[in-house]
């Protein structure tokens, strides 16, 4: 069966072709008119990916801005939003909105997880492409209604955003005022241990004390080398162990050595203090340096639980639209035409095939397995 054949089938058939076609259109067109009116109210988003706060300015990669953007789209979906709207705008209190929004009556779910369930279904939110806006997009029968929960959908989303943040920063608050107490009480027994070491060697400008003892060991070493040397000429003059020479020599050098040995201990004294008191000032040191910077976080921390600014902005709030989503009477009409058509002509096909009859020279070679000798 050839092309030529076909336009024959489809010419003789055109009544069941047209009427088919008809027939789809008049029902598309009493399908729309029956239809439901759905109107979709959007509202834009804009997301700042390089920080949630002041104290959070490190921008992120493409792949963290990605993965950024899918979670804050997720947390737009969630129930905890949906239940947010349903309280923000006492849906459970307003009778109309119930009845507009509830259209069954399941009772084995309380009414507030119900609405948030029916707003939920009827949300869309979808990212532009190539950039930081997210757009919200509510259907609903009635526009004023679906522009009412298109920004309230919005509204909940940055009040949800700002408790995710606040809510950590909270919670690190208080840990960190338990740590402070505790780095406050060590840095108060830091400070208590030098003060009662302090005491309890009588160490009153050991600096200066350490310095003058330095120099009284130095000189009683430089008096005692000296004395050796006197004493050691004497030796070497052999006056005898009698002479008076000798014998104050002798003396001298023992004094000497008497009075550097006492130094020395003093010194050796004086420097172990000096040292202990070193690494109790150390300890101080270090308790003030961890105090201090526990006490910086704290703060930061404790600003950051406060802070009631988000980064997310709106762009565009919804409006009330002037004309329906769906049903789209053009594409219905559209479809209609090219489904009206295809069927009428499988339609004509079919009839064709139980109710053949001759139309060309091939269909009585095809039929009767002979050739036409004539034709009138």
């Not at 050839?2 to 489809?10: A, E, H, P």
Request: hydrophobic share 45%; aromatic share 6%.
């Amino acid at each position: 069966m050839n092309f030529n054949i076909l336009l024959v089938i489809f010419r003789a058939r055109f009544g069941l072709i047209a009427f088919t076609l008809a027939l789809c259109v008049v029902a598309s067109l009493v399908m729309t008119i029956l239809q439901p009116k759905t109107y979709e109210a959007e509202t834009s988003l804009v997301l700042n990916v390089s920080g949630s706060t002041p104290f959070e300015q490190s921008s992120m990669s493409a792949q963290l801005t990605a993965g950024y953007i899918a979670t804050q789209l997720d947390i737009i979906s969630s129930q905890s939003v949906a239940l947010k709207v349903v309280d923000n705008l006492q849906l459970e209190n307003n009778e109309e909105l119930k009845r507009a929004l509830l259209q069954d009556h399941d009772g084995s779910m309380l009414v507030r997880d119900r609405l948030a369930n029916k707003l939920s279904k009827s949300l869309g939110v979808e990212p532009s492409r190539d950039s930081r806006v997210v757009n919200i997009i509510f259907s609903f029968t009635d526009a004023e209604i679906a522009a009412m929960m298109a920004n309230a959908f919005a509204d909940a989303y940055i009040e949800k955003n700002l408790e995710l943040n606040m809510e950590p920063a909270a919670r690190s608050a208080v840990w960190f005022d338990d740590q402070i107490k505790v780095f406050r009480i060590r840095l108060e027994e830091a400070q208590k241990r030098l003060t009662d070491y302090q005491q309890e060697q009588g160490i009153v400008m050991i600096d200066e004390r350490l310095d003058t003892e330095t120099n009284r060991l130095n000189e009683l070493s430089r008096s005692y080398v000296d004395a050796q040397a006197d004493t050691y000429d004497v030796k070497s003059r052999q006056l005898g162990q009698n002479h008076p020479e000798y014998v104050r020599a002798i003396k001298r050098e023992s004094s000497l050595k008497a009075s550097l040995d006492d130094q020395k201990k003093r010194f050796l004294e004086i420097k172990q203090q000096r040292d202990g008191l070193d690494v109790l000032a150390r300890e101080l040191d270090t308790e003030q340096q961890a105090y201090e910077s526990m006490l910086a976080r704290y703060y930061e921390t404790r600003l950051a639980s406060q802070f009631n600014q988000t980064n997310i902005s709106i762009l565009n709030r919804a409006t009330k639209p002037v004309s329906p989503s769906s049903p789209n009477l053009s594409v219905n009409l559209i479809s209609a035409i090219m489904l009206g058509g295809i069927l009428g002509a499988v339609l004509a096909f079919l009839v064709e095939i139980f109710d053949r009859r001759i139309r060309a020279e091939e269909d009585i070679d095809e039929l009767f397995g002979a050739k036409l000798l004539a034709q009138v």
